[in-house]
């Protein structure tokens, strides 16, 4: 007989460590926890500076590429969702963003209820620890760090002098009471070890004898009775499981992942299921409205040497990786630090439609030994991010092998309001890489490598050079319309006891980096349940 459990929660992802700590605090309901990824116990997953090496080497993911976009020149984008324990939160660069609170007004205006800016944000709260303390917009005693940039390197000044110069304003906290403006990015690093869903969430709970986690448990459909869901089938080590769940089936598999499995289980669009050879059980559109942000880069060559590729002597970055492994102090116990800017492209804008991400780290920034290869003087530059997107793409079944990855297909710049977008996000961002203030930082430029004078010369520049920022989000979206999946409890219209909590319940992807978004939402929904 099947294994029985209460909540069965599938994916240990950034929502799934989340919501299985949450419910698993009442000791009366039995948890199971499926993962198809392995323990997060490698340590660069928790040294801050890891990320760059996990990223370069595309380590504990799913490698995941997506169809050719015919809007970017038929390029193909990386999708690098994680497969691991906390998801692609453990593999992420930590950018600590909620976004704007006009995103969440946007939310309830299509329809999610009970999800507005002044609802969510006690639960943003609950969440962190705030570096600054508590106080009307942040928490002060919650399990996942939140901390400012520390910056070592003389380039953050000019870049706040440029957006001085040239009008723009500063804020002092993007989270806080002002989203618009230029700030240092916030990290969630704690102690000099990266704070994901893992290490603030998921571990503390593991202590409690009602929640169990399986690793290596690739879920390959949801069990229905009628129209409830009753269980989940997975495959472990080539043997087929199944368990059943009394209460909810909570799907966290994130937005390429979660209406893979709806598809293949029968929820989605009633033509795609049939010419894939599915019955469907309902016509939805699982797997429509895939948003992403697009960005494109920016680069000039620098006048001094930069200090952080300075310190990656191999020599020495091998004892700081040492010290941060082993002490959570040194260079690679955090990261060299970035500004960010969330910017309207024109006047009149309710919200930012632009956010600008300036690191300080030379793209070609990588190991170096005397006598061997020099560390170069290095460049700097910024990405323009579009956050205000119209395209949309979606997550198709590419066979009935559950175990066969979904197609992705992006159509990146199909509404022209995209591309005019991002033309105003170019003559922005190179007028502050070209202000004054940078001078004394700035020598040639190298991206573009030639000034482009027209309309149609930043338009290629753009689709040439532009690539999605690893935020797929929508694809199961909560709403009240004809492209909504999920109500605003994050059920699946017409089915019982059937969930989704992750990037792909989002009615429209928020305005940044949307992680600690989706822990918020398990936060928020976990707290919808219990009551």
């Given amino acids: ?7 069965v929660i599938v994916g240990a992802g950034t929502a799934g460590c989340v919501l299985a700590d949450r419910l698993s605090l009442d000791q009366g309901r039995r948890v199971l926890l499926l993962e198809a990824g392995r323990w997060d116990w490698n340590p660069l997953i928790h040294i801050p500076y890891g990320a760059r090496k996990m990223f370069d080497h595309s380590m504990f993911q799913w490698g995941d590429i997506s169809d050719p976009d015919p809007t970017l020149d038929d390029h193909r984008q990386s999708v690098p969702h994680g ?35 002044r609802e969510v944000l006690p639960f943003f709260k609950q969440c962190e620890t705030w570096e600054g303390g508590e106080n009307e917009w942040r928490g002060g005693a919650g399990p996942l760090g939140a ?23 500063l804020t002092d906290d993007y989270n806080g009471e002002q989203n618009e403006g230029f700030g240092a990015i916030q990290y969630t690093i704690r102690d000099g070890r990266r704070s994901s869903p893992s290490r603030a969430f998921l571990r503390p709970a593991m202590s409690r004898r009602n929640l169990t986690l399986r690793t290596g448990a690739h879920v390959t459909k949801v069990i229905f009775e009628g129209r409830r869901a009753v269980g989940v089938e997975y495959v472990k080590r080539g043997q087929r499981h199944v368990v059943r769940a009394l209460e909810r089936v909570a799907l966290c598999l994130g937005a390429i992942n979660t209406p893979h499995l709806l598809l293949l289980s029968g929820v989605g669009p009633g033509d795609h299921l049939l010419a894939s050879g599915i019955a469907p059980l309902a016509d939805l559109p699982v797997g429509k409205s895939l948003e992403d942000h697009l960005a494109f880069p920016l ?3 620098r006048k001094q040497p ?3 590729h300075t310190s990656l002597r191999l020599d020495r970055i091998a004892v700081n990786m040492l010290r941060a492994h082993f002490l959570g102090t040194g260079p690679a116990a955090h990261l060299p630090g970035a500004i960010m800017a969330f910017l309207k492209s024109e006047a009149g804008l309710a919200q930012p ?12 920034a990588n190991l170096w030994y005397p006598f061997i290869n020099g560390p170069g003087t290095g460049s700097f530059g910024l990405k323009v991010n579009l956050l205000s997107q119209r395209s949309r793409g979606e997550v198709l079944l590419r066979s009935t092998n559950p175990l066969e990855r979904p197609r992705i297909v992006y159509r990146s710049l199909e ?13 922005l961002a190179m007028a502050l890489g070209e202000a004054t203030a940078m001078a004394p930082m700035r020598a040639e430029t190298i991206l573009p490598p030639k000034p482009l004078n027209t309309d149609d010369e930043i338009d290629a520049f753009v689709r040439a050079n532009s690539f999605q ?10 709403g009240n319309d004809e492209r909504s999946v999920l109500n605003a409890d994050l059920s699946v219209k017409g089915f019982d006891a059937l969930n989704v909590v992750d990037a792909s319940a989002m009615p429209h992807l928020i305005g940044g980096n949307p992680n600690v978004v989706i822990m918020m939402m398990a936060a928020r929904v976990a707290a919808m349940w219990q009551h």
């Fill in 1 to 7: 007989m099947a294994e029985t459990f209460d909540t």
């Fill in 469 to 478: 920022q690893y935020h797929p989000a929508c694809t199961c979206r909560m």
């Fill in 353 to 364: 439609d632009i956010q600008l991400v300036i690191s300080m780290i030379s793209p070609e």
């Fill in 306 to 308: 930069d200090p952080f």
């Fill in 415 to 427: 509404a022209p309001e995209d591309l005019a977008t991002m033309r105003r996000g170019y003559h």
């Fill in 147 to 169: 901390s400012r940039a520390k910056f070592v390197d003389p380039l953050p000044r000019a870049w706040f002098a440029a957006a001085k110069e040239l009008g723009h304003p």
């Fill in 83 to 117: 497969k691991v324990i906390g998801g692609t939160g453990s593999l992420n660069f930590m950018a600590h963003v909620r976004g704007h609170p006009n995103d969440y007004r946007r939310w309830v205006e299509q329809g999610a209820k009970g999800w507005s800016y």
């Fill in 299 to 301: 680069l000039w060559r």
